[in-house]
C-alpha cells in the first residue's frame, strides 16, 4: 500500500471517529437538554439547528463566564433552550434572536409563547438587503433596520447561525463588523458549520479584524467540532465533557 493511500485512509478513519463521537456528544446533550421541558417533549431539531451538544456549550458560557446579553444570527431550537434554561434557573439574561425568514420568526415566537418563556427572548424579524460592511459584497441582514431594533443594547455573547449560506459562501462575514460597537468589553462568539471553507474564511477574518480592534483574541479551529469560538477579554474554557 503507497504512503499516500495509508495518509487517506487514516484521515477517513479520523473523520470518521470524529463524527462517531459528536453523535455520542449530542445524543448525550440532547438527553440534558429535554429535561428543562415537560415530560414527553420532542423538540423538532433539523439540519438547519445548532447541534445539541454546540448549544450546551453556550449553556456553559452563560453558567460559567455569566453571560448575560446573547444575541443570535438565526434563530431556532437554540433560542427556545436558551430562553427556557435561563427561565428554569432564574438568570436575569436575555436572548435577541435575528431572523430573515419572518413565518420562521412567527413560528419560533409561537413556541417561546407555548413553553412560557417569551419574557427571556425576543425574535427580529429583519430581512435580507443589499450590504455595505468594508470586505464585504453580497447581501445580510438590513443594516439600518437591524441597528434601529437594537439600540441601546450591548452584547457578550453572539451566536451566528444565518443567514443561510447556499448561494453567498460568506454571507455571514458582516456579523462581527456590524456589530464591533454593541460587544461587551469580555465577549465570545460562536461560529456554526466551521466545517465550510467559507465559514473558515470568515472565521481567520474575524480573529484578524478583532484583534486590530485591541482585543485580546482567543480561539482556534477544532477538526472534531462542527462550530468554532472566538473569546474576546478573559473567562474560563466551557467546552462540554469529552473523552
Known amino acids: 500500500m503507497s504512503i ?6 487514516l484521515g477517513r478513519l479520523d473523520s470518521y471517529f470524529n463524527k462517531t463521537n459528536r453523535n455520542s456528544y449530542d445524543t448525550l446533550s440532547s438527553l440534558l ?17 445548532l447541534n445539541p451538544n454546540t448549544i450546551l456549550h453556550v449553556i456553559n458560557e ?17 433560542t427556545i433552550v436558551l430562553a427556557k434554561f435561563i427561565k428554569e434557573n432564574k438568570i436575569d439574561a436575555q436572548v435577541v434572536a435575528v431572523e430573515e425568514n419572518e413565518s420562521w420568526a412567527n413560528y419560533i415566537k409561537a413556541e417561546l409563547k407555548k ?17 455595505k460592511t468594508k470586505g464585504h ?10 441597528k434601529e431594533s437594537i439600540k441601546g443594547k450591548t452584547f457578550d455573547l453572539m451566536i451566528v447561525d444565518g443567514p443561510g449560506a447556499y448561494e453567498e459562501k460568506e454571507i455571514r462575514y458582516p456579523a462581527a463588523i456590524e456589530m464591533i460597537d454593541y460587544f461587551e468589553r469580555d465577549f465570545v462568539i460562536f461560529l456554526d458549520d466551521i466545517r465550510r471553507k467559507g465559514e473558515q474564511h470568515i472565521y481567520k477574518k474575524w480573529k484578524q479584524f478583532l484583534a486590530t480592534q485591541g482585543h485580546k483574541v482567543q480561539g482556534d479551529i477544532i477538526d472534531s467540532k462542527v462550530y468554532a469560538v472566538i473569546q474576546c477579554g478573559e473567562g474560563f474554557s466551557t467546552y462540554p465533557m469529552s473523552y
Open 62 to 78: 452563560i453558567q460559567l463566564n455569566k453571560r448575560r446579553s446573547i444575541i443570535e444570527f438565526g434563530s431556532g431550537i437554540s
Open 137 to 146: 459584497t453580497g447581501s445580510w441582514h438590513d443594516v439600518p433596520l437591524l
Open 115 to 131: 413553553y412560557d418563556c417569551e419574557k427571556f427572548a425576543s425574535v427580529l424579524h429583519v430581512p435580507l438587503a443589499p450590504c
Open 33 to 49: 437538554i429535554h429535561r428543562l421541558f415537560p415530560k414527553g417533549t420532542i423538540l423538532p431539531f433539523t439540519p438547519f439547528s
Open 4 to 9: 499516500i493511500k495509508k495518509i487517506k485512509e
